[in-house]
């Protein structure tokens, strides 16, 4: 199955679901979005639906209730979405893009020790 990218909104409600535990009432999703902002719940529904017919959601009812569980987790998702990205900036190099968050103050020095911390995890300290 193909992973698309998701519209800011979609990823929103996703990120809402992941963070719940599953299957998770429309209730439970809209009270988890409305810590943030108010949410409309015909808008909800219309994009649960939506997550739903693209793959990402798998629904189902009890009674009047309607509950939803993630088929594609959180980190599958994070996953395609930085290999997408890594190919449109496929001439730079992962140093050149670190280089660059770096440069532009958007990493600190604590994120350049855990990188190198997980760096030397995967690698055996090579």
């Excluded at 009674?63 to 599958?76: F, P, T, V």
């Amino acid at each position: 199955m193909t992973i698309t990218k998701l519209p800011d909104v979609e990823l929103q409600v996703m990120e809402a679901i992941w963070a719940l535990e599953t299957p998770a009432s429309t209730a439970a999703v809209k009270a988890r979005l409305e810590e943030s902002r108010p949410w409309n719940l015909s808008a909800l529904q219309t994009i649960l639906g939506r997550l739903v017919k693209k793959g990402f959601l798998a629904t189902s009812k009890e009674g009047k209730n309607r509950y939803y569980s993630w088929l594609i987790s959180e980190d599958e998702y994070m996953a395609e979405e930085s290999r997408i990205y890594m190919q449109k900036l496929k001439g730079s190099s992962i140093r050149d893009i670190v280089a660059c968050l770096y440069d532009s103050n958007s990493l600190t020095d604590e994120d350049l020790a855990e990188l190198k911390e997980f760096i030397d995890q995967k690698t055996g300290g090579i």
